[in-house]
């Protein structure tokens, strides 16, 4: 496949270039859009589908993907429009949860990845500027066999990305809403600017494949040949190196490489250079409800000594506390807060 956007010339072989690698239907959107396409005798896993298959998909549906590059027109995509009054938005979210839930193939939130949907909160008239773009992850019925469970990570992920900003670290805007029957957590799109401004944004995967010779190990290993070949700035790997100890250190075991993703500006594209994009999806999936065995862990974990070397301890510390004492936490999971944070404080 050979690609040519803003003088840069991409060729590859049975797969997308890196730059057009978020166009691809991949993670829980991906896999609810793959499965209403199952009737067309495509497989209900994109992650299997060929070159020509995605490409099929990307001309024919993919409306208002990750990024600044769209094959469709943005102005014609389909727009799930919520009320900018953040008292009347629950209930409008609770509808669309509705929806979703019907196009949901059995067990795939409960399976361990976060169901979600995309938004965009009405604005004044006239006034673009003010649009804004979310991302809605949605909790299971409060009442329901791990619906308690998932509140309290959508909770604990809203604190995650709150300890982060308060040390400098960019991190998605992100707030918790809470529903007539489950807990919600609605995060503002990095990689939109207002109704119609877009910035491009590369998941890290997408990125190491094209720039990083060998498999991929861990964010930071990643980062650190990124800002060793001038790709990305020396700080923003170390960030990166921080977010990794953070991450470990409240329990995230879900740090693949989509997600962690990258900026790249027009200027940069045929350059190859990048800036870190805002953390998301940073919380404790350790204690993600097990639904093949029916269980709920609430064991704590004895934390790498690597970890507790830099700073990023402390800012682990703060996390467990706020935890700890968030009173829409239930009291299971505070208390394994209170255990993480003394065995974070009997090691440092």
């Known amino acids: 496949m050979h690609v040519e956007i803003d003088q840069l010339a991409l060729t590859t072989r049975a797969k997308l270039p890196w730059m057009l690698a978020p166009l691809r239907l ?8 793959a499965h209403s396409l199952a009737v067309q005798g495509f497989d209900r896993d994109p992650e299997r589908w060929s070159l020509e298959q995605q490409l099929h998909v990307i001309v024919r549906h993919v409306s208002n993907p990750s990024g600044a590059i769209s094959i469709d027109d943005p102005a014609a995509s389909i727009r799930t429009i919520v009320p900018a009054d953040r008292k009347r938005r629950p209930a409008a979210y609770e509808q669309i ?13 409960a399976a361990g990845e976060q169901a979600k949907f995309l938004a965009e909160i009405d604005q004044p008239a006239g006034d673009e500027r003010l649009g804004q773009h979310v991302l809605v992850k949605f909790a299971p019925p409060r009442d329901s066999p791990f619906g308690e469970r ?6 604990a ?7 982060l900003t308060a040390h400098g670290i960019d991190a998605a805007t992100a707030r918790v809403l809470a529903a007539p029957q489950r807990t919600l957590l609605e995060s503002e799109r990095f990689d939109r600017v207002g109704t119609r401004g877009t910035r491009h944004v590369v998941a890290l995967g997408a990125i190491h494949e094209a720039f990083v010779p060998g498999p991929t190990q861990h964010w930071a290993a990643t980062c650190d040949v990124l800002a060793r070949a001038n790709r990305l700035p020396a700080e923003d790997a170390r960030h990166v190196r921080l977010l990794r100890s953070f991450g470990r250190l409240i329990g995230n075991t879900d740090m693949h490489f989509g997600n962690l993703s990258l900026f790249v500006e027009r200027h940069d594209r045929a350059r190859g250079r990048f800036r870190l994009a805002p953390v998301y999806d940073m919380l404790p999936m350790r204690w993600r409800p097990d639904p093949s065995a029916g269980t709920l862990d609430d064991l704590p ?3 790498e000594p690597i970890d507790l070397q830099g700073e990023a301890s402390q800012w682990a510390v703060e996390f467990w506390d706020a935890v700890a004492t968030h009173a829409e936490i239930s009291r299971r999971f505070r208390a394994l807060a209170r255990a993480m944070r003394q065995r974070l404080g009997q090691t440092r």
């Open 301 to 303: 974990f004895e934390p």
């Open 157 to 163: 992920e809203a604190l995650a990305l709150h300890a």
């Open 150 to 155: 998932w509140n309290d990570l959508l909770h």
């Open 26 to 33: 991949q993670g829980f959107l991906g896999r609810t859009h």
């Open 97 to 109: 949860v509705c929806d979703v839930a019907k196009t949901l193939q059995a067990g795939s939130s």
